[in-house]
C-alpha cells in the first residue's frame, strides 16, 4: 500500500470513479526546473514547488506539473495553456488603450499543442485508470508585474475535455518574499 500527501492541493475523485472519464489534479507552480528533470516527471519535482503564488519578475521560467487521469497514451489530446492577466483596467485606461492614447499592455500567453509534438513532458502510468504525469515550463519574461491566471484545457478526438486553473501573482524582485 503506497500514498502520497501534497499540502494545499485537493485531491481530485478516487481514480475508479472516473471509469469513462477523464479528470486533471490542480496544478502545481514550480521554480525553474533542469530539462532533465522535466522530462520524466517524478517526486524529484517536489523540492521545485514554490513556496507560495509569488513570482519574482526576474525568475528565468516556471514549470507547471499536473497529472490527467483516464487518458492513455493513444488519446492524443490538444493542449491549450493560457496565462492572461486577472487586473481589470480602469475605465479611463480602456478608453486611453482604445483610442490609441497609452499602449496595450502584453498582459497574456498561449500555447497549443498535440500530444504527439515535442512541447510538454509526459510520463505514463498504465492502469484500470491511465495515470499522466504532466509538465510544462513557461517564459514569463514579458508579462508585467500583476495577477494572472494559468489555465490548461486538454480536448480529445472523441471532444472529451478537462481542465483546471491557478492563480499567481508576478512581482517586482524585491517584493517576492
Keep these: 500500500m503506497a500514498a502520497r500527501v501534497r499540502y494545499g492541493i485537493v485531491v481530485p475523485p478516487p481514480l475508479d470513479k472516473l471509469e469513462g ?5 490542480e496544478l502545481a507552480l514550480l521554480g525553474a526546473v533542469p530539462e532533465t528533470t522535466l522530462r520524466s516527471p517524478r517526486d524529484a519535482l517536489l523540492t521545485y514547488m514554490r ?5 519574482p519578475l526576474d525568475a528565468p521560467s516556471i514549470a507547471l506539473y499536473w497529472e490527467t487521469y483516464g487518458i492513455a497514451p493513444s488519446d492524443s489530446a490538444i493542449t491549450t495553456v493560457r496565462v492572461a492577466s486577472t487586473n481589470t483596467a480602469s475605465a479611463l485606461r480602456r478608453i486611453a488603450v482604445n483610442t490609441g492614447i497609452a499602449p496595450r499592455n502584453n498582459s497574456s500567453i498561449e500555447v497549443r499543442w498535440q500530444d ?4 510538454g513532458h509526459v510520463s505514463t502510468l498504465l492502469g484500470p485508470v491511465p495515470v499522466q504525469m504532466r509538465t510544462l515550463q513557461l517564459n514569463l519574461g514579458t508579462l508585467a508585474p500583476g495577477p494572472y ?6 480536448r480529445l478526438k472523441n471532444g472529451r475535455e478537462v481542465s483546471n486553473a491557478i492563480g499567481f501573482t ?3 524582485k524585491d517584493t517576492h518574499k
Design 21 to 25: 472519464d477523464i479528470g486533471m489534479s
Design 51 to 55: 513556496p507560495n503564488d509569488r513570482i
Design 116 to 119: 504527439n509534438e515535442p512541447r
Design 149 to 154: 491566471a494559468i489555465a490548461i484545457a486538454m
Design 170 to 172: 508576478l512581482v517586482p
